[in-house]
């Protein structure tokens, strides 16, 4: 595959709307999730605590890990045997923004302390994660076909350029936004992993946990917004467009 400029990557980005949809959705879509993962590292060394701190978090990781392969290798195909695409894409965002809600008010009731529950919304949050991982690249493909019925131009190797692209991309914003929220709730941490933890103030803490369960919110419902009201390319509508470009393949030749 040809490496595309980043001239090239989003010329061809703007002449396809869906595609811009698509990409807009997996800046979010990782934002969020790469922020969560920032902030969740302080919460389980500043709030949660304790001297294990370091074990439980790559315990709460792990499990979280294998949610996001369950998500992608076997809840997907189970649901998209009953739903379009497009439907899981939404349900994968309407369960995540459930089980960020269902953190936050384990976080404002105290019950956050309890790994168990801990991972309850964890897991949820990042099956779906999966789930969209794996949709973010079919749809982009989609939009790949409707961009040629479009402009004439099949820019396959441009468009999955810019997925690269803008994952990295997410993963600078969120890194970011992480220094900014540590600094407005003023988290005064110390890096060593041995030793005592810095004791934060119940503001800090209170911070941290909307931090890192109501900025992920906010961006995936901004996905959500997004995809119901730009994105036109159903299941339908792409196998339509899949077979008008084999129709006129087959016209050439």
Request: charged letters at 10%; a neutral charge.
């Amino acid at each position: 595959m040809k490496t595309a400029t980043v001239k090239e990557m989003f010329s061809a980005l703007f002449r396809n709307d869906q595609a811009m949809v698509v990409v807009g959705s997996i800046v979010l879509i990782n934002s969020a999730l790469y922020l969560t993962s920032n902030f969740i590292i302080y919460f389980f060394k500043y709030d949660l605590g304790g001297a294990g701190w370091k074990a439980t978090y790559t315990l709460f990781s792990t499990v979280g890990g294998a949610a996001q392969i369950l998500g992608m290798m076997v809840l997907y195909p189970l649901l998209h045997k009953k739903f379009s695409s497009t439907q899981v894409f939404q349900l994968s965002l309407v369960l995540a923004l459930c089980g960020y809600g269902t953190l936050l008010v384990f976080c404002l009731t105290g019950l956050s302390h309890s790994l168990a529950l801990l991972c309850i919304p964890g897991v949820v949050v990042f099956a779906c994660n999966g789930m969209l991982s794996v949709l973010t690249t079919l749809l982009l493909s989609n939009s790949v076909d409707y961009g040629q019925l479009k402009t004439g131009r099949r820019e396959e190797s441009v468009i999955f350029s810019m997925q690269t692209f803008v994952v990295k991309a997410a993963s600078g914003v969120a890194v970011f936004l992480t220094g900014i929220g540590l600094d407005l709730i003023g988290l005064v941490g110390n890096t060593e992993e041995t030793g005592p933890v810095a004791v934060q103030s119940a503001g800090t803490l209170l911070g941290l946990r909307l931090m890192m369960t109501v900025l992920p919110m906010l961006v995936l419902a901004g996905v959500l917004v997004l995809f119901r009201n730009k994105f036109v390319l159903t299941d339908a509508r792409a196998a339509e467009i899949s077979a008008q470009l084999h129709g006129e393949e087959t016209h050439h030749d």
